[in-house]
């Protein structure tokens, strides 16, 4: 499978069609950006340790039941995936709190919440991805009915169940996370672009240490090691 026309290009990954009208491949890039593309840089690699743990967490969510984009890793930087119009919203879920929740509602950094927070942002950089409600969502049309909020909400929690007793096996805690879903031509919402430590939070358990994005953010050095670090306790039997 060879990658045609440039479909899209995000802030960490590029789209191309394919020979197939219902495949496109993903090609996970090095750049690294915050706070709405204020802060940028790049990391060496970092798109390939990406595409990587993208692959591994999409097969285990696969296997477990929750339908995804993924089809196959095609070298180090491509994912081949299923072509999807993706749903405008990115559904947050909150184990602990941290970043913008303590900043927006005054709860203490590093606070486990009561249950799992499922929340909602409307994916528009222009308008700073703002939090919405189920009422905003359906007056954006951003999903077909009422019924496909509760299935986003369904899927943002069942995929921190998973992925949450998979990384608390690995010594790491999933802080939170944000996901994206699409329809697919059948009009099932699937899971879509990538879990990545671009897109989770992950604290190891003993010393807090963090293994994220937020090494970037917050300039504590050492991304790449914490990417690698993530990727070799998700391939530790
Ligand atoms: N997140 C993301 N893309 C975004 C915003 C957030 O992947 O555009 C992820 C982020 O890595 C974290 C979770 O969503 O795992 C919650 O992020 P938060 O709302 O706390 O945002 P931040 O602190 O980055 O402003």
Redesign the pocket.
Known sequence: MTKKELLYEGKAKRLFTTDDPDLLIAEFKDDLT???GEKHSEEQGKGALNNKISSELFKLLDNTGIPTHFVDMLDENHMLVKRVDIILI?V?V?NIA????T?RLGIEDGKKLPFALV?F?YKRDDLG?PLINDEHCLILDLVKNEADLEELKRLGREINTILKAFFRKKELNL????VEFGYDRDGKIVLADEISP????FWDIKSGEKL???RF?QSLGGVKLAYEEVLKRIMTK
């Open positions: 915050a706070f709405n990115e947050v909150r941290t970043g913008s929740l900043r929340e942002y991805d802080v939170d996370f944000k671009d897109s989770c939070r994220d994005k937020d953010r």
